[in-house]
């Protein structure tokens, strides 16, 4: 069998007998050639990207907070239309405890321990109107309390220390009742947006063409409603608890101050009449004692 005859240039003969000579085929004169092709890669992976390796130049300008707000602002409207008055009920729980907390803090740096101990020596050396000028003006509660009481002692001193301190107690308890509510209804409605999205669930139930979609939108629902709500009580209800035995503490020490500054009071008031009533004994005759028996 005779291999094909190939048309060999004049000029190209082989010098020697039976020696090859080197072929080089030319494209086909309606043949285009890429130059995909003429760099050996294929144009698909010329043009073409994984989805992996390509980020949108958008994407990256994007800062991490503003991607973790789109995600609460997302996980917020899948909650429900129960998580409105969940929002609410936060922010107000939120106010609550800021202010408490500032209020707090400046009942720390408004104590005056060293200026209480001065009044009460000046009570036990007799000096009540020394002990109503340095209690005049004060900041601190007790202070407060007991001028109040030094004013009014030969009126009505027990009454007058009650009042005071029912004030200051007053002032020291503010807004704890709405933060006891906001502990109480906080989980209520989350409890109550649980429902509502597992009746929105049920609700495609009876429908013939099941939507798995709308039935997760349901439960996602219902999921996120009570995780907020419970996370709205449990933050409010460690500032309620830590505020509510700040309250029982300064109870404490205003009964006691209004104690001692009532003993000592009264120990002062007894004490002219008991001398009075040994100076009369010491001075009566003794005929005028044996008459009388």
Do not use: Y
Request: aromatic share 6%; glycine share 8%.
């Amino acid at each position: 069998m005779q291999s094909p005859a190939t048309n060999v240039p004049q000029g190209q003969q082989p010098a020697v007998p039976g020696a090859s000579i080197p072929v080089t085929l030319s494209p086909a004169p309606g043949a285009v050639t890429s130059p995909a092709a003429a760099t050996g890669t294929s144009p698909a992976a010329a043009t073409a990207t994984s989805p992996s390796a390509a980020v949108s130049p958008a994407a990256e300008a994007q800062p991490t907070g503003f991607l973790a707000s789109n995600w609460l602002i997302s996980k917020f409207h899948q909650g429900g239309p129960v998580m409105w008055p969940i929002l609410i009920v936060s922010i107000i729980g939120l106010t609550v405890v800021i202010e408490r907390c500032f209020w707090w803090t400046g009942r720390w740096f408004r104590r005056d321990p060293k200026r209480i101990e001065k009044v009460f020596t000046a009570i036990e050396q007799g000096d009540t109107t020394e002990a109503s000028r340095l209690s005049r003006g004060s900041r601190d509660p007790v202070l407060r309390m007991m001028w109040n009481g030094l004013n009014h002692q030969h009126t009505s001193l027990q009454g007058a220390l009650q009042v005071a301190a029912g004030i200051e107690i007053k002032r020291a308890g503010r807004f704890l009742v709405v933060m006891d509510t906001l502990v109480t209804l906080a989980p209520l409605l989350g409890l109550l947006g649980t429902i509502t999205g597992l009746i929105r669930s049920f609700s495609f139930l009876g429908n013939e063409e099941l939507a798995v979609q709308a039935v997760t939108g349901g439960i996602a629902e219902a999921l996120i409603a009570t995780a907020c709500g419970l996370g709205i009580a449990i933050f409010a209800l460690i500032p309620f608890n830590f505020f509510t035995s700040r309250v029982s503490n300064l109870e404490f020490e205003l009964q006691t101050a209004a104690t001692n500054l009532e003993v000592m009071l009264e120990a002062q008031h007894k004490e002219p009449r008991e001398h009075r009533g040994v100076e009369i004994e010491h001075g009566t005759p003794a005929s005028a004692t044996r008459s009388s028996i």
